[in-house]
């Protein structure tokens, strides 16, 4: 069994952007997380160092996330509406955090990618698809779906590297598709089969 990280190399993990995962340590304490796997050092200045997917897993492992799907903001907690939430703020202060956020996963995928093209999805969100999905449905400006509101819905589903993207049929969720494709998804209007309710099967492009 792999040896957990030091208490020092924890508070590093922890700390980490949950959306880049970009680390703050010292150079020691970043080396043997690189040692370890659990970050890399970015080959273009100014050669951040980011945690690795296994660092990611540590990182959550500890820190579940909530139903609503949390996402780093540099001054608290932004949380990827995903559709069914109990209650939701859409004030100017909401606008500003979708909006940052949605930069920062750009950001994300300049720095990440290996031609840094920022029309295709990364691979952390490979990897955090519902959030992912979510996030590039809210920052375009859809509604999510609420207590008393229709809107869109993001699922995960059992196959791999694919949500599910449900809202009202027509329109609304023709809507949802191009959205998604402009962001860098491959999408396809199913059926299912006992309820007869279309929904949207969403997969991130690799090329």
């Known amino acids: 069994m792999t040896r957990p990280p030091a208490a020092a ?21 970043l080396a043997a997380l690189v040692k370890r796997g659990l970050a890399f050092r970015h080959p273009r200045p100014p050669h951040d160092h980011f945690l690795t997917p296994a660092g990611h897993r540590i990182r959550e ?17 932004f949380a990827a509406r995903v559709g069914g939430e109990e209650a939701v703020d859409d004030g100017p202060a909401r606008a500003r955090e979708v909006h940052s956020a949605w930069q920062g996963l750009l950001e994300l995928r300049r720095m990440t990618n290996p031609d840094g ?20 449905l809210e920052a375009a400006g859809h509604p999510s779906e609420g207590p008393a509101t229709a809107g869109y819905r993001v699922r995960a589903t059992p196959q791999p590297e694919a949500v599910a993207v449900y809202a009202p049929e027509g329109e609304p969720l023709r809507a949802c598709a191009d959205t998604l494709e402009r962001a860098g998804w491959q999408t396809g209007e199913y059926t299912e089969p006992r309820t007869r309710t279309r929904y949207l099967l969403a997969s991130p492009r690799r090329v």
């Open 61 to 77: 492992a500890a820190a579940p996330q909530p139903p609503a799907v949390a996402l780093a903001e540099p001054d608290g907690v």
């Open 117 to 136: 093209a920022t029309d295709r999805p990364c691979g952390w969100e490979r990897t955090h698809l519902v959030r992912a999905a979510a996030l590039a």
């Open 9 to 29: 190399q924890r508070r590093v993990i922890d700390a980490a952007d949950p959306v880049s995962g970009r680390l703050r340590g010292t150079q020691a304490q």
